[in-house]
């Protein structure tokens, strides 16, 4: 059987020879046309694609080159050149002396440069073994960093010790991306004396730098936070620099292109005398409380201690959050600035003011006695004296000298709480000094009106006799009384206090001199200051004086003690049986202020002791020493204390 195959493809065309006929002819042009519209169609679509990809290419190139364009071209120049920030260096600061008290050092700032980094992890662990550091901290580092573009230095270890930096110079070249920049670094030369007037510095904070107060600033700068490097801020800080550099692959610089040099911090002299200001803060050890020193004459302060101080150079290194939960949590409160930051009752030490008050308006001579049967009786109530047994007969210069709570509790029902408050308003008490330094408590002289807005109630007599004495609703701070006396010592010119007496650009720039401001007078005739600051110094040189004790045989001193109720007495109570039996934090604030020489002012110290019990046994003791230790340095130049 014979099989035959046949083929599906059909057989090839060929074109008809010249020499067929018409049909033939025919056939051929039919081809010519059908092949010459494939043709066309494919020239077409290859011209239509090639079109296509050019205007890809095109529209590639116009993103690239006008959309994105800056941002390459700065990150091409930036893998070459860099743009450096030269932190300004701080202002420094000095006592009245010239002696330094606030330096800056060179510190080494490990920063890494993500866009130059190859392998992060590797990175990150190679600085973690280096500096003895956890790589989970410095990778939290980078997270709280992650909206800064890659090519911008991240801080990644703060203030390297020398044995990390070399060992960090040594492994450059195979950590890319990883540079040390040096800035100058706070130094506390004195850590830890004057530490709540003086300050610190900490990283600026997001709100601070949203702030108009901070403009200019940088995510990682150090800034002011309490005390003269807070409030000096503006003069302290100095303006950045900057420098253009080139880089090689691994961030390394080749060489400096330009620069523009940072403008240096103004320099600060503070009033204070560095040696005064230890030989003060040494009287307050082992106590909670706080000692002002200024200058009758001038409202300088001459030293400011509060106790317990705490370490500013901790604040320099970086707290933890452990490190700051036990600093802000410790029950002392070493944070708080005692000498204008908390106020308190400040029980007899009121009493010259009220006194002045009193002979001012008329409401009592000189010389006019009134009875202390050791109470007086309001209602049914007794408001006893210190002195249970009573005093007697008292005059005014007898009432200071004794501190005869009687004779006050006289003076301020005839006086009404409105105007003892409005003579206390003039001695500055009840509002702020103005002294240029953080945190200044406002303190209390209360009203009948302040009473009634704040408490919805009306003013009672027997508060009156609790403000004529300084208990009660009075609230003071021991530099708002530092200042009050001084006004009693010089005759009625109430100062406005400050610590800061020069500002400048170094020894040979322009230099702002601050000069003594005066508040106001207060409007108490002349004679009236001579009958108090005459009892004041009975206080300390006669015998049945409260703080004869502390009396001086070199010098002659004036001045009145105070204890400060902190809980109320039940009524009938004995204070003496109380006070053994009252634990510490229960136990009476001490007060004692007070100026030397008598006659001749040229110093006022005062002294709270947080529950220290009596201002004649626990404050006018370390007034004494005060103001010993001032004749010491200043006995024989007074004027050098201005």
């Known amino acids: 059987m014979a099989f035959s195959f046949r083929s599906s493809k059909p057989p090839p065309r060929t074109p008809p020879s010249p020499g067929s006929g018409k049909g033939d002819r025919l056939q051929l042009m039919t081809w010519e046309t059908t092949e010459g519209v494939m043709f066309h169609k494919q020239h077409l679509f290859l011209m239509g694609l ?6 890809v290419y095109l529209f590639r190139l116009w993103h690239l080159q006008i959309l994105q364009g800056s941002r390459y071209r700065y990150q091409s120049e930036n893998n070459r050149i860099r743009l450096e920030n030269i932190s300004a260096p701080r202002g420094l600061i000095f006592d009245r002396n010239g002696v330094p008290l606030v330096e800056n050092r060179p510190a080494y700032h490990l920063q890494i440069v993500r866009e130059d980094v190859t392998d992060e992890e590797a990175t990150l662990e190679a600085v973690a073994e280096i500096c003895d550091k956890k790589v989970e901290d410095l990778k939290k580092v980078l997270e709280a960093n992650e909206n800064v573009a890659d090519f911008v230095p991240v801080r990644l270890v703060a203030d390297l010790d020398r044995d990390c930096l070399a060992r960090i110079e040594a492994q450059r070249v195979r950590l890319p991306g990883v540079v040390v920049q040096v800035e100058p670094q706070r130094e506390y030369k004195w850590n830890g004396t004057a530490a709540h007037l003086i300050g610190y510095l900490s990283m600026i904070t997001e709100e601070e730098l949203k702030s108009d107060e901070y403009q200019g600033y940088q995510p990682d700068e150090p800034v002011g936070k309490v005390g003269v490097e807070k409030t000096f801020e503006e003069y302290l800080h100095g303006k950045r620099g900057g420098r253009q550099v080139e880089v090689d692959a691994i961030g390394r610089r080749m060489r400096l292109l330009d620069q523009v040099l940072p403008v240096p911090g103004r320099n600060v002299w503070l009033t204070l005398d560095i040696v005064f200001q230890k030989k003060v803060e040494a009287l307050l050890e082992g106590v909670e409380g706080a000692i002002v020193v200024v200058d009758p004459r001038t409202g300088a302060v001459l030293a400011m201690a509060s106790s317990p101080a705490f370490d500013q150079e901790q604040f320099v290194k970086g707290l933890t959050r452990e490190d700051w939960k036990e600093l802000s949590e410790d029950p002392y409160h070493p944070l708080l600035n005692r000498a204008l930051g908390a106020a308190y009752p400040p029980g007899s030490t009121l009493k010259p003011v009220v006194a002045l008050a009193a002979l001012q308006e008329g409401v009592i001579g000189p010389e006019k006695p009134l009875f202390c049967p050791g109470f007086y009786k ?5 408001y006893r004296c210190w002195k249970e047994v ?3 007969p008292v005059n005014l210069h007898r009432s200071l000298v004794e501190s005869c709570d009687v004779y006050y509790y006289q003076l301020g029902l005839k006086l009404g709480v409105d105007r003892i408050a409005y003579y206390c308003n003039k001695f500055g008490l009840g509002e702020r000094t103005g002294i240029r330094c953080t945190g200044e408590h406002p303190g209390l002289m209360p009203t009948k009106r302040w009473k009634k807005e704040t408490r919805g109630v009306s003013w009672q007599k027997g508060e009156t006799l609790s403000v004529a004495i300084g208990q009660g609703f009075t609230l003071a701070t021991p530099l708002q009384m530092t200042m009050a006396y001084a006004a009693v010592a010089n005759g009625g010119v109430l100062w406005k206090p400050h610590a800061v007496f020069r500002v400048g650009e170094g020894e040979s720039g322009n230099v702002l001199e601050i000069e003594p401001s005066l508040r106001w007078r207060v409007p108490v005739e002349s004679e009236y200051f001579d009958m108090v600051q005459a009892a004041l110094e009975g206080v300390v040189e006669e015998k049945r004086g409260t703080a004869h004790r502390i009396r001086d045989k070199a010098f002659r001193m004036a001045g009145k003690t105070g204890t400060a109720q902190v809980i109320r007495l039940p009524e009938g109570a004995n204070r003496k049986k109380l006070a053994q039996k009252a634990k510490k934090e229960e136990t009476d604030h001490a007060w004692f202020i007070g100026y030397a020489p008598a006659r001749d002012p040229q110093v006022v110290v005062g002294v709270l002791v947080e529950h ?21 340095r200043y006995g024989n130049d007074r004027s050098a204390a201005r």
């Open 378 to 382: 309001l209602g049914r109530r007794r």
């Open 612 to 632: 220290g019990g009596h201002g004649s046994s626990a404050a006018a003791p370390l007034a004494r020493k005060v103001m010993q230790a001032f004749m010491e």
């Open 50 to 55: 090639l079109l296509f990809v050019v205007l």
């Open 390 to 392: 009573g005093h007697g």
